[in-house]
T-cell receptor, first 115, second 114 residues
Framework: DSGVTQTPKHLITATGQRVTLRCSPRSGDLSVYWYQQSLDQGLQFLIQYYNGEERAKGNILERFSAQQFPDLHSELNLSSLELGDSALYFC??????????????FGPGTRLTVL | AQSVTQPDIHITVSEGASLELRCNYSYGATPYLFWYVQSPGQGLQLLLKYFSGDTLVQGIKGFEAEFKRSQSSFNLRKPSVHWSDAAEYFCAVGPYSSASKIIFGSGTRLSIRP
C-alpha cells in the first residue's frame, strides 16, 4: 500500500460525458502527478501540481483539466469524452516540488472505460 | 528526437535464473534514468534511478541497473528471479528540470516459469 488513494477504481461512461477522478496523496506529500496508461499511447505524464499550483504540464489534452485543493487532494476532470480516452489513470505523489526525480508513490489507478 | 526503447515485449525466465531487461535511450543531454515495476492491478513502483556517479545502481527487491553511456543503455538485472517478480517493467528517462519531459518505454512483461 503506497498511501495514495484514488477513487473510483472503475468508471464506465459514454462518449461526450464528463467525469472527475479523485486522488488523495500520501500524508505530507505536496506534489501530485497524473499519468495516463493506454494500449495506444503507453504510459504518459499528464500534469503535476505542487501545493495547489500547476508545476509541470505534459501530454494533457485541452479537454482535460486538473486542480489541487488546499487539503492537497487533487481532481482530474475529463470532458467531452471519446473512445480513445479509455485508459488507466494513475495519480502519484511526492514530497518535493521537483520531486518527480525523487521517489513517487503511485496509487492503484482508476480504470476509465468510455463506451 | 528523445526516445526510450525496450526491445523485448515479453520475456519468460525460470525461477532462480538470472534476468536482464534491456533499455536503450536517445537523449540530447545527460539523462536521469529510472526503472519502474507494475504488478497486475497495481500502480507503478520505483525500483531504482540513476542521476550521476557510480554507473552501477542498486535498487529495491534485489535489482540493479548499469548505465552505459557509450551504448546509451540502462539495462536492469537480477541474479535470481522469484515468482513474485512477474510483472511489467518500465524504463523511463528525462531531465531533472521538468517532469513534463519524462518519457516512458513501452514496457517489458516478465513471466516466471516454475
Amino acid at each position: 500500500d503506497s498511501g495514495v488513494t484514488q477513487t473510483p477504481k472503475h468508471l464506465i461512461t459514454a462518449t461526450g460525458q464528463r467525469v472527475t477522478l479523485r486522488c488523495s496523496p500520501r500524508s505530507g506529500d505536496l506534489s501530485v502527478y497524473w499519468y495516463q496508461q493506454s494500449l495506444d499511447q503507453g504510459l504518459q505524464f499528464l500534469i503535476q501540481y505542487y501545493n495547489g499550483e500547476e508545476r509541470a504540464k505534459g501530454n494533457i489534452l485541452e479537454r482535460f483539466s486538473a486542480q489541487q485543493f488546499p487539503d492537497l487532494h487533487s481532481e482530474l476532470n475529463l470532458s467531452s469524452l471519446e473512445l480513445g480516452d479509455s485508459a488507466l489513470y494513475f495519480c502519484a505523489s511526492s514530497v518535493h516540488r521537483e520531486g518527480w526525480t525523487d521517489t513517487q508513490y503511485f496509487g492503484p489507478g482508476t480504470r476509465l472505460t468510455v463506451l | 528526437a528523445q526516445s526510450v526503447t525496450q526491445p523485448d515485449i515479453h520475456i519468460t525466465v525460470s525461477e532462480g535464473a538470472s534476468l536482464e531487461l534491456r533499455c536503450n535511450y536517445s537523449y540530447g543531454a545527460t539523462p536521469y534514468l529510472f526503472w519502474y515495476v507494475q504488478s497486475p492491478g497495481q500502480g507503478l513502483q520505483l525500483l531504482l534511478k540513476y542521476f550521476s556517479g557510480d554507473t552501477l545502481v542498486q535498487g529495491i527487491k534485489g535489482f540493479e541497473a548499469e548505465f552505459k553511456r557509450s551504448q546509451s543503455s540502462f539495462n536492469l538485472r537480477k541474479p535470481s528471479v522469484h515468482w513474485s517478480d512477474a510483472a511489467e517493467y518500465f524504463c523511463a528517462v528525462g531531465p531533472y528540470s521538468s517532469a513534463s519531459k519524462i518519457i516512458f518505454g513501452s514496457g517489458t512483461r516478465l513471466s516466471i516459469r516454475p
